[in-house]
């Protein structure tokens, strides 16, 4: 009779211990979709799971908008996601993300720029100056300037709309600005340089898929794009050339939203994300580069492969980092500013 | 109403003496409160899911970011060039769009009205195939054929037409090219339904008081398929107000059309009491566009009637 009991006291508590703890085994980590988010689900994600014996659910996001949603909602859906470093230190500033515990979260290796209170930095993309080699062949634009100067390099030509960050920062780059000149923006500055391409730009595009289908079918001959675009059209022989010189790096970040419902398990999981380790597959499959420097120590990455990825210390050397503080409180308007000019 | 009180003044007979009449009227008062009953779930609907989030939108455009009653998501319409040529283009979008479908439609849906039935209904398959491709799809197709080096300007090129390819696409013109071949079924279908119900006894009947074909299409079928015809401009000019997975694609960024303006407000400066202003915006100018197609097209629909 006792023992009867006792036996079912057990059972009884393990299962009020065991449902909880079940649950707690499972996060969802919500990135972009499409290859990048395929490539972070073998480099990060698996391994991860693996390690601590845990289940990662994927979901897909839009950015800040739908975190912002979530949080202010209550409704809560991920444990961690992926946004633009621009988009973190917004919602820092509107306080819909959980602090970090750098306790958990080694944070060397990473630059400081991109190590906050509550979000912190997860890979790289360049912005990158690509031309058509057949139309140009090896004599096109090298630099921004080049990009600017329509009398020397004439030819159609693409930029972003939708990143006017990355526009801007293009634009004062074009002005003649040094690399580790060009933050703090001089935003009227920029402005007016783009004043100066605007009525030559054939096409101003929204989507890293758009840039991509403009250079590839030769609407245009000249345009900006991002690295791992760029890199996609090479590798399928589209005649083109870029490189990282005057590349503009912008960081993508990872936070976990206000109100998570798994916050211990998602702190562990972003620790192992931004390890060396992990961080050291993410090349091996996009062209995105690993956020984490000691990355490159780790030996996994070819050395032959090193000189293609945008954050390799060589390659970092020659371009910006977008400063996402900076945008942080000038975006906005920024932004405003920037579309009113091309939509005029 | 004016029927049912003759009505009543009959039955109540020459003497004016009204017999039952308070039980008819009784009745009738039951019975339009009962249809009202029955009307009832479905006005709940409509107020809820229509009057209700526009009202919602109107108030939400009276503050600014901080949340301060303000006029200035207005304002800022009338201080900014941009917001102007944004609107602008809106409307000229629409009207050129709209045209390109009348003049594209109309003797599309005037042949298909003449055909014999089979031959009618494979070529309204032809209308409304695509129709079952998604909108996005069809751009994409769009862009594939038009661009520098795409299907028209290779073949223009290879007959000897053009040295340079033109510009088709990531411009207006690639906008209204892909706007109109989108919007052309909701022109026609309406034509061609109000076409079809036409009496071809008038048209007989005109040949025989000695019309000409010509006359007796201007005079007689062109004022009857008029009602079908202002349905579809009307349907088509909405669509084109709205309109933005085309623009947006189609368009290189340089035709920035009403919708991409909200799309813009509201995700990515976050802005919801401006996206609500530009939204009130397009419903008040439509909404007084529609009304001023009402009154010319109705007043030209009363015109032919009488003429009857």
Redesign the interface.
């Known amino acids: 009779m006792n023992r009867n009991f006792r036996t079912f006291a057990i059972a009884g508590l393990i299962a009020s211990v065991a449902v909880p703890a079940l649950a707690a085994d499972t996060i969802t980590v919500a990135s972009w979709g499409g290859t990048y988010q395929e490539a972070e689900t073998k480099a990060f994600f698996k391994p991860t799971a693996d390690a601590l014996g845990i289940t990662i659910k994927e979901d897909t996001t839009n950015g800040l908008d739908d975190v912002r949603l979530q949080v202010t909602g209550n409704a809560v859906k991920w444990d961690i996601t992926e946004l633009g470093a621009d988009e973190c230190a917004r919602g820092s500033k509107e306080g819909l993300f959980e602090k970090l515990d750098y306790g958990i979260i080694d944070k060397s290796g990473i630059n400081p720029k991109l190590v906050h209170d509550d979000w912190v930095g997860i890979s790289y993309t360049s912005v990158v100056l690509i031309y058509r080699t057949d139309v140009f062949g090896d004599k096109g634009p090298k630099t921004w300037a080049d990009f600017w100067n329509v009398e020397k390099f004439p030819g159609r030509r693409a930029l972003s709309s939708s990143q006017a960050t990355e526009t801007l920062s293009v634009a004062a780059l074009a002005s003649g600005l040094p690399i580790d000149k060009v933050y703090p923006v001089d935003i009227d500055g920029a402005l007016k340089s783009v004043d100066k391409i605007r009525g030559h730009v054939d096409a101003w595009w929204t989507s890293g898929a758009q840039a991509m289908q403009l250079v590839k079918d030769g609407e245009v001959d000249m345009a900006s794009i991002w690295n791992g675009r760029a890199g996609t059209l090479k590798k399928a022989g589209a005649p083109v050339s870029f490189s990282f010189d005057q590349g503009v790096l912008t960081a993508d970040c990872m936070v976990i939203p206000k109100g998570a419902k798994n916050k211990e398990a998602a702190m562990k999981a972003l620790a192992m994300f931004v390890s060396p380790q992990l961080q050291a597959n993410l090349p091996l499959y996009v062209d995105n580069g690993p956020v984490n420097e000691k990355a490159f120590e780790t030996g996994k990455i070819p050395p032959e492969r090193i000189k293609d990825i945008n954050s390799a210390p060589e390659n970092v050397k020659k371009q910006v980092l977008q400063d996402a503080e900076f945008w942080r409180d000038t975006l906005v308007e920024a932004t405003e500013k920037f579309n009113n000019l091309i939509q005029q | 109403m004016s029927a049912q009180s003759a009505l009543l003044k009959e039955i109540a007979g020459p003497a004016g003496q009204d017999l039952n009449a308070q039980a008819l009227r009784a009745d009738a008062r039951r019975e339009s409160l009962r249809l009202l009953a029955l009307l009832a779930p479905s006005l709940f609907l409509v107020c809820a899911i229509i009057i209700v989030p526009i009202g919602w939108l109107f108030w939400l455009s009276l503050f600014d970011e901080t949340g301060a009653f303000s006029a200035a998501n207005y304002a800022r319409f009338f201080e900014?060039?941009?917001y102007i040529?944004?609107f602008i283009t809106t409307f000229k979008v629409a009207f050129i769009v709209t045209g390109a479908c009348v003049l594209l439609g109309y003797p599309l849906a005037y042949m298909l009205s003449q055909l014999p039935r089979r031959a009618a209904s494979i070529c309204l398959i032809f209308v409304i195939l695509p129709f079952w491709t998604s909108v996005l799809v069809r751009t994409y197709a769009w862009?594939?054929i038009l661009?520098?080096?795409?299907l028209i300007n290779s073949w223009l090129i290879d007959l000897g037409v053009i040295s340079q390819p033109l510009?088709l696409?990531?411009n207006f013109s690639g906008v209204v090219i892909g706007m109109t071949h989108i919007l052309l079924p909701f022109l026609v279908l309406p034509l061609y339904a109000s076409m079809k119900t036409i009496d071809t006894d008038c048209l007989r009947a005109g040949m025989n008081l000695g019309a000409g074909p010509a006359a007796t299409f201007r005079q007689i079928f062109f004022p009857l398929s008029l009602p079908g015809l202002a349905s579809g401009v009307v349907i088509v000019f909405v669509l084109c107000l709205g309109f933005f997975v085309t623009p947006?694609?189609m368009g290189?960024?340089?035709v920035?059309m009403w919708a991409m303006r909200m799309e813009?407000t509201t995700?990515?400066?976050?802005?919801w009491g401006a996206g609500a202003a530009l939204g009130v915006v397009l419903l008040v100018v439509t909404l007084a566009l529609l009304g001023l197609f009402q009154w010319l097209l109705g007043a030209r629909a009363t015109g032919v009637w009488s003429s009857r």
């Open positions: 900014q060039a941009s040529g944004t862009l594939v661009q520098r080096k795409g510009s696409a990531n947006a694609l290189g960024g340089k920035v813009q995700s990515l400066y976050s802005n």
